[in-house]
T-cell receptor, first 113, second 114 residues
Framework: QQQVKQSPQSLIVQKGGISIINCAYE??????FPWYQQFPGKGPALLIA?????SEKKEGRFTISFNKSAKQFSLHIMDSQPGDSATYFC????????????FGTGTRLQVTL | NAGVTQTPKFQVLKTGQSMTLQCAQD?????MSWYRQDPGMGLRLIHY???????DQGEVPNGYNVSRSTTEDFPLRLLSAAPSQTSVYFC?????????????FGNGTRLTVT
């Protein structure tokens, strides 16, 4: 049972463009939505996270948009750079029945020159 | 700070062999966990621990054992390796429960079972 669905599986964006990755969740007990970035040969690292009391969170070129009613959230990477080429995972978690972080299947982003 | 340290980085096993993947963290985190990463499957939780002496199963626990005798260490044991356990294994820790605070990952162990 996949509780967090992520799309697309892969994405190619030109340098300077906007990268958009989408995720949808099912468990309404989730109240913590992080994004992780993973470079080849490394473990995932937290990039940015949002809680449902806000609809958007921005950190530099990275923005999370959150739609509670649709149970969807997305990562936008503005002015994408070749150094952003990595695999991105969305995740969802919280407390109680949602106390274990559930990950999406990942999006492999390639930013071309 | 070293963060989360995993050893070995690579391992090849024959079917039926056993081994232990080591994980240590120096951040005094109470929560530790093991994930496996497979293409197209994302990261799936194997086992986790909310403190020394306490462990519990995650999404895919079959074929794996864990123990938590100290806050720092959380080894993962493969009892009788199978080709289906070929994967990249990540250990992760966090200050609070794993579902509600940042996870700090090690750099993984790439395991091949032939």
């Amino acid at each position: 049972q996949q509780q967090v669905k992520q799309s697309p599986q892969s994405l190619i964006v030109q340098k300077g463009g906007i990268s958009i990755i989408n995720c949808a969740y099912e468990n309404t007990a989730f109240d913590y939505f992080p994004w992780y970035q993973q470079f080849p040969g490394k473990g995932p690292a937290l990039l940015i996270a949002i809680r449902p009391d806000v609809s958007e969170k921005k950190e530099g070129r990275f923005t999370i948009s959150f739609n509670k009613s649709a149970k969807q959230f997305s990562l936008h990477i503005m002015d994408s750079q070749p150094g952003d080429s990595a695999t991105y995972f969305c995740a969802a978690g919280g407390t109680g029945t949602a106390s274990k972080l559930t990950f999406g299947t990942g999006t492999r982003l390639q930013v071309t020159l | 700070n070293a963060g989360v340290t995993q050893t070995p980085k690579f391992q090849v096993l024959k079917t039926g062999q056993s081994m232990t993947l080591q994980c240590a963290q120096d951040m005094n985190h109470e929560y530790m966990s093991w994930y496996r990463q497979d293409p197209g499957m994302g990261l799936r939780l194997i086992h986790y621990s909310v403190g020394a002496g306490i462990t519990d199963q995650g999404e895919v626990p079959n074929g794996y054992n864990v123990s938590r005798s100290t806050t720092e260490d959380f080894p993962l044991r493969l009892l009788s390796a199978a080709p289906s356990q070929t994967s990249v294994y990540f250990c992760a820790s966090s200050y609070l429960t794993g579902g509600n605070s940042p996870l700090h990952f090690g750099n993984g162990t790439r395991l091949t079972v032939t």
